[in-house]
């Protein structure tokens, strides 16, 4: 859960004893597993996968093959661990037969640990859906803890290099960067994320913050009462929305050079762009934090699908451990910090 235990980790500083009963040195123990009851959480989740969409989210089992015998809350559990651990499953099945007890805390039969290649075929067959149903619910989770207000909200996007340059999905940006943009919205008193869409890295900002605010205030009905943003989302639509749909008030920067290298930039703006920088600025402090810690730009697979699904998986990871953090009545660790 701790920054200080993820650092050594991915130094590759820390020696993984091969003694079953060996203390658990990770992020995750099956002790905060049972502490936050992951697995009846997981089969809510996937319960309401069911529910809004029809179908089976579990892998059928091929003509002559094994049949499926690990339980689709089992499975989120251990992919949920698998974030939180940023670890690959292959990494994760090895380490969960050392530790059974894990192995027990997330559902499996005595003896018995899924493979990783049959978790990582239940991970596609599910795709996208799944991972948007147990964001949405780890939020709702925050919300109701009261971790999350939503009363502050921060737009902004940052980028994330493609996993190759044949990536077909991916774009340049001004910047000259290859690869994706991650169009997040924040709650600025908790930085943590509510809602998230991915575009080539090459797509303006301004079309992508109507979208995210409408999912938010869709799927959550968030008491917001401030949006900020930078001067790429002072336009019309944006502004009308804050104002007319969410009854909220824009603090988006407005750049008085739009009008013109003659425009002068008065006192007025001056103060203000001072006074609200900082605040503003809580959403780069963020985006560090899921570089650094938690491997934001580490994608590691080609396409859109494959984008949405990392960030997805970082997002996972933050709301856990604030969840975590706020179990243990440690807001200090709120971020793993």
């Not at 805390?105 to 795709?127: D, H, N």
């Not at 999350?148 to 910047?175: N, P």
């Not at 409408?214 to 009462?225: I, S």
């Not at 407005?254 to 008065?266: E, H, Q, S």
Request: aromatic content about 12%.
């Amino acid at each position: 859960m701790l920054t200080a235990e993820l650092m050594p980790r991915q130094q590759g500083t820390v020696t993984v004893v091969e003694e079953p009963k060996a203390p658990d040195p990770f992020v995750f123990s099956p002790q905060m597993v049972r502490d936050l009851e992951l697995l009846a959480f997981a089969g809510q989740v996937i319960r309401a996968a069911h529910r809004w969409r029809p179908g089976r989210t579990a892998l059928p089992a091929p003509r002559g093959g094994r049949p499926v015998i690990y339980r689709d809350e089992s499975v989120l559990v251990t992919l949920l661990v698998m974030m939180v651990w940023q670890v690959s499953p292959e990494t994760l099945v090895k380490r969960m037969q050392r530790w059974p007890e894990l192995a027990a805390a997330c559902g499996y039969p005595p003896g018995v640990v899924i493979s990783s290649s049959q978790l990582r075929r239940r991970r596609e067959q599910w795709g996208l859906w799944v991972y948007f149903i147990t964001f949405c619910a780890l939020v709702w989770v925050l919300i109701g803890r009261g971790v999350l207000t939503g009363r502050d909200w921060v737009i902004d996007s940052t980028l994330i290099d493609a996993f190759s340059a044949a990536d077909a999905q991916a774009g340049w940006s001004f910047t000259k960067r290859f690869g994706y943009k991650v169009h997040m919205l924040i709650c600025r008193d908790s930085l943590l994320p509510i809602m998230f869409l991915v575009s080539p890295a090459n797509r303006n900002d301004a079309p992508w913050a109507v979208p995210l605010m409408l999912l938010a205030l869709l799927l959550f009905r968030l008491p917001v009462t401030v949006v900020r943003a930078d001067a790429a989302y002072f336009t019309r639509p944006i502004l009308a929305f804050i104002t007319g749909v969410l009854h909220a008030t824009p603090l988006v920067v407005y750049n008085p050079r739009n009008r013109g290298k003659k425009a002068p930039v008065t006192a007025h703006w001056a103060a203000e762009e001072r006074r609200n920088r900082g605040r503003r600025g809580y959403i780069e402090r963020f985006f560090a934090v899921l570089k650094r810690y938690f491997r934001l730009n580490y994608l590691q697979a080609q396409g859109v699908h494959a984008a949405y699904r990392h960030a997805f998986e970082v997002c996972l990871a933050v709301l856990l451990v604030a969840w975590l953090a706020d179990f243990l009545g440690r807001p200090d660790l709120l971020h793993g910090l």
